[in-house]
């Protein structure tokens, strides 16, 4: 049961470069989310998404483009990276149900960017 | 909007020591969602326990305790008989309806058992 599944684990970017972040889910999970970790920030909201084909905005969407097209990939693309985006990115799937307020989210292992 | 408050500096903690995390919260939820995670230094996120706004007894799962108060908006984590193995950063998070279900979390508490 492989859970949920980041492409690639680690990737440096040159400034200006853009790039696709892949995050698969084999739990038939409706929610998808993706955050970013920085030094003393806990995890941040990127976007997220409630279902294929509905998406919305975190707390930090900027310079972040997200789809999601099927329930199980939910992709979150740099389309031109920048030094400010170096960070830990996570992926997150939870199961989408009326209690989703009491539902925990899994986590994908991680995908470490640097952008130089 | 939801906020998610700890601000414990790092701990120290002797092993077989009980540990007792603080988390504040701020929503304008009546029905919400709490939750623990720990990351150890390799980086997964690991989910440890759960407590529901309207559960009257606090969670606890295996030496993992959740100290709830509702009124004080505080859901305290309490790691009883520390092992060298719970040395990680842990975060609480939270989810409620008002933030259209949204995890949201604190910015962490690191601890580091010692033998």
Redesign the interface.
């Known amino acids: 049961n492989a859970g949920v599944t980041q492409t690639p684990k680690f990737q440096v970017l040159k400034t200006g470069q853009s790039m696709t972040l892949q995050c698969a889910q084999d739990m038939n999970h409706e929610y998808m989310s993706w955050y970013r970790q920085d030094p003393g920030m806990g995890l941040r909201l990127i976007h997220y998404s409630v279902g294929a084909g509905i998406t919305d905005q975190g707390e930090v969407p900027n310079g972040y483009n997200v789809s999601r097209s099927t329930t199980e990939d939910f992709p979150l693309r740099l389309l031109s990276a920048a030094p400010s985006q170096t960070s830990v990115y996570f992926c997150a799937s939870s199961h989408g149900t009326a209690d989703l307020m009491n539902t925990e989210a899994f986590f994908g292992q991680g995908t470490r960017l640097t952008v130089v | 909007a939801q906020k ?1 408050t ?1 601000t414990q500096p790092g701990m120290f903690v002797q092993e077989k020591e009980a540990v007792t995390l603080d988390c504040t919260y701020d929503t304008s ?1 009546q ?3 709490l ?1 623990w ?1 720990k990351q150890p230094s390799s ?3 690991i ?1 440890l326990i ?1 407590q ?1 706004s309207y559960d009257e007894q606090n969670a606890t799962e295996g030496r993992y305790s959740l100290n709830f108060q509702k009124a004080r908006k505080s859901a305290n984590l309490v790691i009883s008989a520390s092992q060298l193995g719970d040395s990680a950063m842990y ?1 609480c ?1 939270m ?3 008002y933030g ?9 508490n690191q601890v580091v058992v010692i033998p």
Do not use: H, P, T, V
């Open positions: 998610i700890q939820d029905s919400y969602g939750f995670y980086g997964e996120m989910f759960y529901g975060f998070a989810r409620g309806l259209n279900n949204r995890l949201a979390f604190g910015k962490g």
